[in-house]
């Protein structure tokens, strides 16, 4: 297998002054890309803002021999976006890998979920992989070369109780994934998850110590890096990783049933077992497919 380098790249890495941002700029500045360190530097809610967690990595960066810029935008504002691909091209003439990871959050359970927590996660998460996602991918499409990776949540993609604002903004990332691997194929960008779990200042207070101690940040990192080569070919996938385990996670259709005539609701309910059967069950790529396999 030829070694994953990443000499002559521009990778931009949303929130990596922290967790699993930072591993992957890192890695991947060691690997040789080029970094662009983006982190607002706020608390873990969103709050405040500091230059020094993107500092930091950048200076860690250099020390091994690495080349890294900071940027302190707020990838939660349209302008932030655009202002974070831009600094990339002034600085080193392209970009070539964006990682949305920044990430903040606000849990409740949904009666507690107020407008502005609701607002402030899914900006962050969502409407901040648009946010920057887009500029880069207008000027990915006129380069022919993209890859970009969403970092989803198997809080959205499963579940996970007191997280609906979190969780639908997870989900929606995956969605947005769904498309985007359509409209990237022709320019040889790909689009791909990562969900991840591992023990960072988000997950320190509500997973057990022992299971936080297991849950090392480094083990996400090689998947991430794997995804953004050159050699991944493959788009639209989500890749679960934790504690050394690598999986994919995909939305599935079962068989399901067809009338042959317009079926009144207790007809569907007798066959209820079948329309819901998840048996021998297949892979979409996407709704067009889908559609075919029935009509
Ligand atoms: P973290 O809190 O250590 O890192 C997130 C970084 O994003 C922080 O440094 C923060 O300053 C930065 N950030 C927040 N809002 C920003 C904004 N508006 N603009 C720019 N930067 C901003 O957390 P962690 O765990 O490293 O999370 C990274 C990503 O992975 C997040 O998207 C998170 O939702 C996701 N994730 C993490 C899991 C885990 O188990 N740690 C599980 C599933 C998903």
């Known amino acids: 297998m030829a070694k994953i380098d990443f000499t002559g790249r521009v990778a931009v890495i949303t929130g990596a002054g922290a967790g699993l941002g930072r591993d992957y700029a890192i890695e991947m500045a060691k690997r040789g890309a080029k970094v662009v360190v983006n982190d ?18 950048v200076e860690e960066i250099k020390k091994a021999g690495g080349e890294a810029i900071p940027n302190y935008d707020d990838v939660s504002k349209a302008s932030g976006g655009e202002s974070l691909v831009q600094s ?14 920044a990430g903040i959050l606000r849990d409740k359970t949904f009666i507690k979920m107020e407008e502005e927590n609701w607002d402030a996660v899914l900006n962050v998460h969502l409407k901040g ?3 920057v996602t887009r500029p880069a991918f207008i000027h990915m499409r006129e380069k022919g070369y993209g890859r ?8 959205g993609v499963m579940g996970n109780f007191g997280q609906a604002n979190y969780g639908a903004a997870k989900m929606g990332l995956a969605g947005l994934t769904n498309v985007l691997k359509l409209e990237g194929a022709k320019y040889n960008i790909t689009v791909n998850v990562i969900l991840p779990s591992a023990g960072t200042r988000m997950t320190e207070d509500v997973m057990p110590k022992e299971m936080f101690d ?33 999986s994919r996670s995909a939305v599935m259709t079962g068989p399901g049933v067809k009338f042959d005539h317009l079926p009144t609701p207790e007809e569907i309910m007798e066959k209820w077992g079948q329309v819901t059967s998840l048996e021998n069950p297949k892979f979409f790529s996407n709704s067009t497919e889908f559609m075919a396999s029935v009509l």
Not at 88 to 101: H, P, R
Not at 217 to 243: D, H, R
């Open 129 to 131: 992989a648009y946010n």
């Open 214 to 246: 297991r849950l090392r940040v480094e083990y996400i990192t090689p998947a991430v890096l794997c995804l953004c080569s050159e050699q991944c070919k493959e788009t639209g996938l989500y890749i679960n990783a934790y504690a050394g385990y690598f």
């Open 148 to 155: 970009i990776v969403m970092t989803s949540s198997v809080s």
């Open 40 to 57: 607002l530097g706020g608390a873990r809610d969103g709050v405040g803002s500091s230059e020094s967690a993107a500092n930091k990595v």
């Open 88 to 101: 990339a091209i002034e600085k080193f003439g392209k970009v070539d890998i964006l990682i949305n990871n």
